[in-house]
């Protein structure tokens, strides 16, 4: 056995025979998805709970922003809607998703980067609308997006936003006085591009813990352990266990490029409602490129599934099978919500792994 293997099994003897009862909340979707996958979760004592947050991008967009996207459709035909897959099946108020629009005629296409949308776009005189739906690790694409739009003159392409921030989320998430959260294995892809310093002043005035992790077994079991040694320890400090891929100060080019498009703004969250300053708007000499701006509609008050967990289960106040419809009338075939839609959804990850 070598000293890696060594220290691997070492760590995992202290998580098997942690003692003290914990809810660990696992940020990202990604991890949500992984710790099943590498049977890390299954390994965890009972006393260790992990609980999801609301780091999957299409299950904190709330239905106000779907039913704004098919009233567009509806007033606007000869719009092309451009969206990555995760989003056409997330239902809106109405129980509509882009799917049903695509279905019944509407033009709504796949694409695997907004960079499609703008060749899209090039090539027709239509106007064509990139859904920008995304946290920290994929803005930055978004932006690249605008920057060939801009540069090329490709006067047909918008978008329509609904950008997340990490920061202010788990803001509001600590600041909820029913928040029951012992630490963080906070996201590595977002952590990428905004570095580990940005989380310090949030976690330390509530006294968390956390730690930044990658995604596979190892990583997941070093951010573990380092995340229960901080508990125990009563440290509110901020750990990079991913120091492969995430630095001190993130990626300040990727995120200049940001800061030459968009501007923080206050956000709507599906669980959250609105959160101050956690998302983005366009800057003034660029709103010519905002969909909601090009194409407006009247979009009328949005409503939940009753009895849906989604916004619950976001917050970590709920595990997807808390919820009555869960693998019952709520399935990735026929979903309620989009905690159950998403490839990075806590109820996806439940269904797939564990119906029980």
Request: hydrophobic residues 40%.
């Amino acid at each position: 056995m070598g000293r890696t293997d060594e220290r691997l099994a070492r760590l995992v003897d202290y998580i098997k025979n942690y003692k003290k009862p914990v809810k660990i909340m696992e940020v990202c979707g990604t991890h949500t998805f992984q710790y099943f996958a590498t049977g890390i979760r299954d390994m965890l004592p009972e006393n260790i709970r992990l609980l999801s947050g609301p780091g999957c991008p299409v299950c904190v967009t709330p239905n106000s922003y779907i039913d704004r996207v098919i009233k567009i459709v509806e007033t606007y035909p000869q719009v092309i809607i451009t969206t990555f897959g995760d989003m056409l099946k997330v239902p809106g108020s109405d129980m509509k998703s882009l799917s049903h629009m695509k279905a019944e005629g509407a033009d709504i296409r796949v694409v695997y980067a907004p960079e499609d949308a703008v060749k899209i776009a090039k090539d027709t005189d239509r106007p064509v609308i990139f859904l920008s739906v995304g946290f920290e690790t994929t803005i930055p694409t978004a932006a690249a997006a605008l920057k060939i739009a801009e540069e090329e003159n490709i006067t047909n392409f918008y978008m329509l936003l609904s950008h997340k921030l990490v920061i202010p989320a788990l803001k509001a998430l600590l600041s909820d006085p029913e928040a029951d959260i012992d630490g963080f294995i906070l996201p590595g892809h977002v952590s990428a591009i905004i570095g580990r310093k940005v989380y310090e002043p949030v976690l330390k005035a509530y006294g968390r813990p956390g730690v930044i992790a990658g995604f596979e077994a190892h990583h997941l079991i070093v951010g573990t352990a380092t995340l229960l040694k901080l508990i125990e320890d009563g440290k509110a400090e901020v750990i990079n266990a991913y120091p492969e891929v995430v630095r001190e100060e993130g990626n300040p080019r990727a995120w200049a490029l940001v800061e030459t498009f968009f501007e923080e703004a206050d956000e709507e969250w599906r669980g959250f409602g609105t959160i101050p300053m956690s998302g983005h708007k366009f800057k003034k000499e660029y709103m010519h490129r905002d969909a909601k701006e090009a194409f407006p509609v009247e979009v009328p008050p949005e409503r939940e599934t009753p009895g849906c967990r989604c916004p619950d289960v976001v917050k970590g106040k709920a595990i997807p099978t808390d919820c009555p419809h869960f693998g019952k009338g709520c399935t990735p075939l026929h979903p309620l919500g989009p905690c159950m839609v998403s490839s990075e959804g806590a109820c996806a990850a439940y269904y797939k792994y564990r119906r029980s």
